[in-house]
């Protein structure tokens, strides 16, 4: 092109007149002008479709769109959801599979993008076309096939489902089962599978955020999560997607919480301390005779947690069991969700993988050496073998043995309060039943029968007592949970694990409100036994007096 016209003269620039343009324009178009003359080049768009076609043309699956980096199809637009889900187990399922040694044809429904997962009931994806875009666990497993979505997004939103059950053909289950991964299998015998009065307390507003599943989902963990059930009125139990994310987590597992944590942001914690501490205020959602409530996780990690008697002298947010330090970093899942391998006694063949959702403990076992949700067993049919693995107790019988000496302890500490000698439930005058308060409710005054009165909100030392007997409840001093005195009744749930979750805090607490309630109420004429009165297992390290002095 010629630009004399426009009176440049492009070997020097700047020698036409000023007047006619500002300096900065010229320059711009000189710029224009020599890199023209110096090249030329041709830039050729072209458009990409943002899927590939399936292989898979009669369901619709999509799978990768890029095998060689991971790069599903659906993480081209769900960008956020893929850089999480490539970290988790479910994106390498596939090579694990090949990696384990003993990868066959029927291990591959459940390491690929296929029928299992979603609502799809017939063959579908890599076990009909057997593809590498459909290799490792992908979106459509649990959302089921993509294409009709990435035609018309708005037409079509692909949700999963968050439901589980044995013998369902969609979900977690469909993989998760079985002997090698009884996942489903033993959540359906646990508490959260199946727990008692689930169908009053996941419709209780109150109960609701951690007795139903959508509502803890929301409440705990995810506000935003969507799934097919979220709109529902029915309630769902405490399914996997509460405590695992589908799509990936910085934690193990794919958790949706810590589980190393000893606060209440911890993955259990965050439930099982509901209630820890009285008074019982007006307008609470327990009534004023529940004592603790869902208080597992409270004592585990020493945190607001028990009535504190006058003068007691611990300080109370220094007396943590190892079972809630970094001695054992995972707490509550140390025992609670333990993996051990069943074998044939004989053979020594493999038998069943327990993968710890009975969340038991040291659970019961059957004949073949299975763990089971049976509660009638003696201590030596329990398997320990879960705090032996977690490097807390050289073996099974040496954890069996600490096991004994704490609840036994704890056991003769009750005694003192309350030994309910004819099984009824009742706190009945002395010497019907032993200890301080039946010796109230035998002398029975007005001043008595006010201590024990559970009817109205006032804290007492009798009270208290039995809030504290009530939180370190043993498996041999249950009528604690449930009782009645003046004939009302008090009630709670279970928290000390047979004293396991905090030994020393517990046997602090008892002594301490024994001491109590012969200071507000006594002399008695049956004093309790002072071997009793005293914290007998060794407090751990950095345990302090509330004073400073050690114990």
């Not at 020599?34 to 619709?60: H, L, M, Q, W």
């Not at 099982?272 to 501490?277: D, K, L, N, P, V």
């Not at 019988?397 to 309060?417: E, S, V």
Request: some cysteine; charged content about 15%; proline content about 8%.
């Amino acid at each position: 092109r010629s630009y004399s016209d426009e009176g440049i003269d492009v070997r020097n620039p700047l020698s036409h007149s000023q007047s006619r343009r500002p300096i900065w324009l010229t320059i711009a178009a000189v710029a224009v002008l020599v890199a023209g003359a110096c090249t030329k080049e041709t830039i050729t768009y072209r458009d990409r479709a943002p899927f590939n076609p399936p292989p898979d043309s009669v369901n619709g699956f999509l799978g990768y769109f890029d095998v060689s980096t991971k790069q599903t199809t659906c993480g081209n637009c769900h960008v956020g959801v893929q850089a999480t889900w490539v970290n988790t187990k479910h994106a390498h399922a596939w090579e694990d599979l090949q990696a384990s040694g003993h990868a066959s044809a029927s291990c591959e429904g459940c390491h690929s993008v296929d029928q299992n997962g979603n609502f799809l009931v017939d063959t579908a994806g890599y076990l009909l076309t057997p593809d590498s875009a459909y290799q490792d666990v992908q979106c459509e497993n649990c959302h089921g096939p993509g294409l009709k979505h990435v035609e018309d997004p708005d037409a079509t939103q692909p949700l999963a489902s968050i439901q589980v059950d044995t013998g369902l053909t969609n979900g977690c289950g469909e993989c998760h089962s079985g002997a090698h991964d009884p996942c489903v299998e033993q959540w359906k015998q646990s508490a959260h599978g199946s727990g008692p009065g689930f169908a009053h307390a996941a419709t209780n507003p109150s109960c609701a955020p951690c007795h139903e599943g959508k509502t803890a989902l929301v409440a705990k963990f995810d506000e935003n999560a969507n799934y097919i059930e979220k709109g529902d009125s029915a309630p769902i139990r405490i399914v996997c997607a509460v405590c695992h994310n589908p799509h990936g987590s910085p934690y193990p597992h794919q958790l949706r919480a810590p589980i190393s944590e000893p606060t209440t942001d911890n993955l259990c914690v965050r439930c099982h301390s509901r209630t820890g501490t009285p008074p019982w205020s007006p307008g609470s959602p327990t009534s004023t005779a529940r004592g603790a409530h869902g208080a597992q996780g409270l004592l585990v990690i020493g945190q607001n947690v028990g009535w504190i008697p006058p003068n007691f002298q611990y300080d109370t947010n220094l007396i943590v069991s190892s079972h809630g330090t970094s001695a054992n970093p995972q707490l509550c899942a140390t025992c609670h969700v333990a993996q051990t391998t069943v074998t044939d006694k004989i053979t020594g063949a493999f038998k069943f993988q327990s993968v710890g959702h009975l969340f038991a403990a040291v659970p019961c076992t059957d004949s073949a050496g299975l763990p089971t949700t049976d509660e009638t067993c003696t201590i030596d049919q329990r398997d320990f073998s879960a705090c032996a693995t977690s490097g807390c107790h050289g073996t099974a019988g040496a954890a069996r043995a600490a096991f004994i000496t704490i609840q036994t302890a704890l056991d003769a500490q009750l005694d003192q309060i309350w030994a309910d000698n004819n099984g009824n439930g009742v706190i009945d005058p002395y010497p019907t039943d032993g200890g301080i308060l039946p010796q109230m409710v035998a002398r029975g005054t007005a001043a008595d029968s006010a201590a024990l009165d559970f009817s109205n909100t006032t804290v007492t030392a009798a009270k208290g007592t039995l809030w504290n007997a009530a939180l370190a409840a043993t498996n041999d001093r249950q009528y604690f949970l449930s009782g009645r005195v003046f004939g009302i009744q008090f009630s709670t749930h279970m928290a000390s694990g047979n004293g396991v979750h905090n030994p020393f805090l517990l046997q602090a607490l008892l002594a301490a409100s024994i001491q109590s309630l012969n200071t507000s109420y006594g002399p008695f004429p049956v004093p309790p036994n002072p071997a009793t009165m005293r914290v007998t297992a060794t407090p751990p390290p950095g345990v302090h007096l509330v004073n400073g002095s050690t114990p």
